[in-house]
């Protein structure tokens, strides 16, 4: 996936509104409401855990990339694109609610807001990536990770 894609894709989850979900084989926003949306899905070899997959490495991506600017002003517009996706994952898990999807998505979004935080305050060359997002954040100066 290159740049553009990455952020074509980042823009593509940011306007996920509740009730959709993503064909990421089109990459078009789906409504989420009826047969058809399972059946479009179920024909493109799509499913919720797919969907998980590719948002997770969108954002991995993205963070890999926020992570990695050493610029004030590009850090914080890579933060602000990411927490404008947030929303749109937010979006999903009240599509998928009570599902493990959900569950997922949602410690997506709290790794997310971790790692803004710890870029925000200057810990950019602490933030160890490890190959799925989660608690990640490892403050080496004072010896604690959170």
Known sequence: MSAD???DSLNLISRVTPGDTINITTREIVRHNSWYTWAT???YGENKDMLVDWVTGVIQKELTK?????????RKIKSE?????TTGIRNLCSTYYGTAVATKLN????????II??????YSDSIIMGEKPGVIVIDT??????
């Open 66 to 74: 926020l992570k990695d600017t050493r610029n004030i002003v590009q």
């Open 41 to 43: 899905r179920n024909w």
């Open 5 to 7: 894609d990455v952020d």
């Open 141 to 146: 100066r004072f010896g604690r990770s959170y």
């Open 107 to 114: 410690n997506l979004i709290g790794t997310i807001d971790k």
């Open 81 to 85: 694109q990411l927490q404008i996706a």
């Open 117 to 122: 935080l710890a870029v925000s305050q200057g």
